[in-house]
C-alpha cells in the first residue's frame, strides 16, 4: 500500500502547494524586513542618540540571542505540538515584540525588547522551512525550500525602503519603521487557519484520520483520486516519537557536525556584514540617507541569488549549489573589503547579495532532508540555533576588528568564515530527488 508520504511526494505543484508556499513566505518576508530594520534603526541611532559603537553591537546582538534560544525551543516545540501551532505563536510573539519597541525611550529597554522579537523569529524560521519540505513534491523540493527563502530578500527589501524613506523623514523615523512590525501579529491569526498541518507530524501523534484529509486535499488540487486501497486509519511505518533517533546518534553525527559548521561560518559573515553595512558605509564618510540608497541597491541583487540558486538546486543537486554560493561569498566578501569607491562598494556588496542569499536559500533546503520525520524540526532547529551564536558574535565583533584593521580585516575574516561552511558543506550528504525519512 502506498503511504501517505510517498503519495505526497509524487503529486504535480499545485494551487495549494503554492498557497502553503505564500501563507509561509509571507510570515518569513516580515521576519527578514524587521531584522533589516534594526540595521538601519542602528545607523539612526547612532547620529539621534549619539550612541557608542558598543551600545550598537548590543542593539544588533541581542536579538540574535533570543533567536538562537527561539530556534532550538522553536524546533523541539513543532516536533511536539505541531509545525503550524508554532509558526503562529513564534509570530504573535515577534509582531507585538517589534511594535512595543518602537515605544522604547532608552537603550535598555529596546534591548530588553528585541530579545523578546528574537526569540519568536528564531523559532518560526526552521519550523516554516520543515512544514514546506515535507509538503513539497519530491521533484520541486529544493527548488519551494529556495523559493520560500526569496520571501526572505522581499522582506529586506521592504525594510531597507522603509529605512530610505521613512527613517530619514525626522527623530521619531525610527519608532514609525518599527511599528510596521506589528503587522504579523495580525497575519498570525489568518495563518493560523489557513496553513495544513504536517502530515508526518499527525501521523506520528497517530491522527491518523486528520493526516489522509489533508493528503487528499493536495490531491483532489491536483485532479488525482487516492488510492483505492487507503484507509483513513492506515498507520505509517514509524509511529512511537520515543523511539526517536538523536541527531548525534552515529548515523547523523557527521551530517549535524557539518550542518552546524555551515550555519555558523554562514551566519556570522552573513549578519557581521548586513546588520553594520548602513553603519559601515556612515562611518567611509556618506551621509544617513546616501549610505540607506547603497544598501537599497545592494539589496536587490538578492533577488537573482534566490532565483538562480533555485533552478541549480535541482540541476547541480543541494551540496553542489550551496557549496558554489559560499565560495562565490568568500570571493565577494573579500573583494568587498578591498573596495574604496562607491561603484566598488555597490558591485562588491551587490556580489556578496547575490551569492550569499542564494548560499541561503540551498541552506534552507538541503536542513530538512538530512533527518528522519521524528527530529526534523528539532535537527534543523537545532543547528540553527547553533548558527545564533554566530550572529550573536558577529555584530560584537565588528568595532574591534574596524579599530584593529579596518574593512579589510572585518571582511576578510567573513571570506575566511565563507571558506570553512564551503569545505563542510562538500561534506554533507547528497538527497536530490530523495524521499524525505519517515
Known sequence: MTTRTERLDELPFTRKHGRLLLGSGVG???????????????????????????????????????????????????DRIGRRQV???????????????????????????????????????????????EYAPRRQRGRMVVALEAFWAAGWILAAL???FVIPLGDDGWRWALAVGIVPTLYAVVMRFGLPESVRYLESRGRYGEAETAVRSFETSAGVDAPPDQEETSRPVRTDPAAAESIWSSRLRRRTVALWTVWFGINLSYYGAFIWLPSLLVTQGFDLVKSFQYTLIITLAQLPGY?????????????ATLTSFLVGS???????????????????????????????GALYAIGPELYPTSVRAAGTGAAAAFGRIASILAPLLVPGLLTAGGNPLVFGV????????AVAAYTLPERKGQVLEA
Open 330 to 360: 568568500a570571493a565577494a566578501a573579500g573583494l568587498f573589503g578591498l573596495a574604496d569607491t562607491p561603484t566598488r562598494i555597490v558591485a562588491a556588496g551587490m556580489a556578496l547579495s547575490f551569492f550569499n542569499l542564494g548560499a541561503w
Open 307 to 319: 532565483a538562480v540558486a533555485a533552478w541549480l538546486i535541482e540541476v547541480w543537486g543541494r551540496r
Open 162 to 164: 522603509i529605512g530610505y
Open 87 to 133: 509558526f503562529a505563536v513564534t509570530l504573535l510573539v515577534y509582531g507585538l515584540a517589534t511594535g512595543a519597541a518602537a515605544l522604547a525611550g532608552s537603550v535598555a529597554v529596546l534591548i530588553v525588547l528585541r530579545f523578546v522579537v528574537g526569540l519568536g523569529l528564531g523559532a518560526e524560521l526552521p519550523v516554516a522551512s520543515t512544514l514546506v519540505s
Open 414 to 421: 567573513f571570506a575566511a568564515a565563507f571558506a570553512v561552511a
Open 28 to 78: 518569513w518576508a516580515l521576519d527578514a524586513m524587521d531584522v533589516g530594520l534594526i540595521s538601519f534603526v542602528m545607523a539612526a541611532l547612532a547620529v539621534q542618540w549619539g550612541l557608542s559603537t558598543t551600545q550598537l553591537s548590543w542593539i544588533g546582538s541581542i536579538g540574535f540571542v533570543g533567536m538562537a534560544v527561539g530556534a532550538a525551543l522553536g524546533g523541539l516545540l513543532a
